[in-house]
């Protein structure tokens, strides 16, 4: 699993907590794909991505969970624009990897069960998981979230809209977007302290994507 952006700031290098920009796409060329609506118990909600294990389960990562007071965590699923999603299902519990460590992104892993079974087919179906990757092997993120570098964490959360509780930077966006990345050889990314389990991609051209972990 990929979750930083790494970028160069003046002769400093930097891990950003976020992978900005990317294209649009169709939910049937992600159909792993699940938005999840978190909402914590002072109403404020955030949202992560996830992916279809199978009917009953949904992969995706232990810090969208960690530490969080968490009332209520809802799957949206079979359509690239959320707004327009006719299946949703309530998470009946979330079991965080036993040994994730939040400084580190170690293990940053968790299991989403579902209440209801998911309607596999053309927009929802389940995620290829490789235990390899080939050398230059392309890889895709996707999900829905924040476009801009400088975007708030938080938002009001609203059964029928996304907004910022800042909205200095826009709404996260509600269309699935995705950007293509390279996975690299350990060796071009020592300098991010990949732990095991981690995958390194991105590229090592200044004008394109910083490698990422």
Not at 25 to 42: G, K, M, P, Q
Not at 155 to 166: A, L, M, P, V
Not at 194 to 212: D, V
Request: proline fraction near 4%; charge should be positive; aromatic fraction near 6%.
């Amino acid at each position: 699993m990929l979750h930083f952006l790494f970028k160069k700031c003046s002769n400093h290098e930097i891990v950003e907590g976020r992978i900005v920009n990317g294209e649009y796409s169709l939910i049937r060329d992600n159909a792993h794909a699940v938005l999840l609506h978190i909402i914590r118990r002072d109403h404020s909600a955030h949202i992560c991505g996830s992916s279809v294990l199978n009917q009953n389960f949904l992969l995706s990562a232990a810090h969208c969970f960690y530490e969080l007071d968490i009332v209520q965590v809802i799957a949206i699923a079979g359509h690239e624009d959320v707004r327009k999603s006719t299946v949703s299902r309530i998470a009946s519990k979330v079991t965080i990897h036993e040994h994730f460590q939040l400084q580190t992104v170690e293990n940053d892993i968790a299991l989403v069960s579902l209440n209801g079974t998911l309607p596999l087919g053309a927009n929802i179906k389940r995620i290829v998981l490789k235990k390899s990757f080939p050398r230059q092997a392309k890889g895709i993120l996707a999900g829905w979230g924040y476009i801009n570098a400088g975007d708030a964490m938080c938002w009001e959360f609203d059964s029928n809209r996304i907004e910022t509780s800042q909205d200095d930077d826009g709404p996260p966006s509600q269309i699935l977007k995705m950007v293509k990345q390279t996975v690299l050889p350990r060796r071009d990314c020592r300098y991010l302290k990949l732990r095991p389990g981690m995958l390194c991609a991105g590229s090592l051209i200044p004008t394109e994507s910083r490698p990422a972990k």
